[in-house]
T-cell receptor, first 112, second 118 residues
Framework: KQEVTQIPAALSVPEGENLVLNCSFT??????LQWFRQDPGKGLTSLLL?????REQTSGRLNASLDKSSGRSTLYIAASQPGDSATYLC???????????FGKGTRLHILP | GAVVSQHPSRVICKSGTSVKIECRSL??????MFWYRQFPKQSLMLMATSNEGSKATYEQGVEKDKFLINHASLTLSTLTVTSAHPEDSSFYIC??????????????FGPGTRLTVT
């Protein structure tokens, strides 16, 4: 059974710092891995999608990497801003049962 | 990507009543839609997979008679919470997905519906 773990559960960093969020998964049989942002009480905003054949994806200040064999992904945020404060969710799409499994998220707080 | 809407965005209902949540795919015909539930500080959990024209497939532990799903068309799926109780208070999110060629597929999420049962 696929399990997705995100570490840390919460993180506070001063504005301007670069930071890394971690995601690990137990079953490497995945179609893709996706990073989302969720603001309090809001829906999900897709940030980056990495196909199983890819190593990384970049969008603006965000870079996500995928090491499928080791079951790990990282989300790198450069030059963090207060507006980046949110919960970041990692989700994998299982290739065996077509289900998407989410981690519990990392609550990020950027200190002005 | 696909644009997905949900209605209502927030709903408060009394215990014992039923409430219907709509999920619409605005620019894409979705043969499959998914319903998720998220409790505070918990991850999203898949409740059921909604297939157009057929019965939904429910995840283990989700009561099919309590959470009625109807996928009446390629652009609309509804989730009805019947005889709602305070423990059903949660954030409900739908998504649509499609395959791109033979490789991975993406899921596009609606904005969610906050249900509060008093």
């Amino acid at each position: 059974k696929q399990e997705v773990t995100q570490i840390p559960a919460a993180l506070s960093v001063p504005e301007g710092e670069n930071l890394v969020l971690n995601c690990s998964f137990t079953d490497s049989a995945i179609y893709n891995l996706q990073w989302f942002r969720q603001d309090p009480g809001k829906g999900l905003t897709s940030l980056l999608l990495i196909q199983s054949s890819q190593r990384e994806q970049t969008s603006g200040r965000l870079n996500a990497s995928l090491d499928k064999s080791s079951g790990r992904s990282t989300l790198y945020i450069a030059a963090s801003q207060p507006g980046d404060s949110a919960t970041y969710l990692c989700a994998v799409a299982n290739s065996l049962d077509d289900k998407i499994i989410f981690g519990k998220g990392t609550r990020l707080h950027i200190l002005p | 990507g696909a644009v997905v809407s949900q209605h209502p965005s927030r709903v408060i209902c009394k215990s014992g009543t039923s409430v219907k949540i709509e999920c619409r795919s605005l620019d894409f015909q979705a043969t499959t839609m998914f319903w998720y539930r998220q409790f505070p500080k918990q991850s999203l959990m898949l409740m059921a997979t909604s297939n157009e024209g057929s019965k939904a497939t429910y995840e283990q532990g989700v009561e099919k008679d309590k959470f009625l799903i109807n996928h009446a068309s390629l652009t609309l799926s509804t989730l009805t919470v019947t005889s709602a109780h305070p423990e059903d208070s949660s954030f409900y999110i739908c998504s649509v997905s499609y395959a791109r060629g033979t490789t991975a597929y993406e899921q596009y999420f609606g904005p969610g519906t906050r249900l509060t049962v008093t």
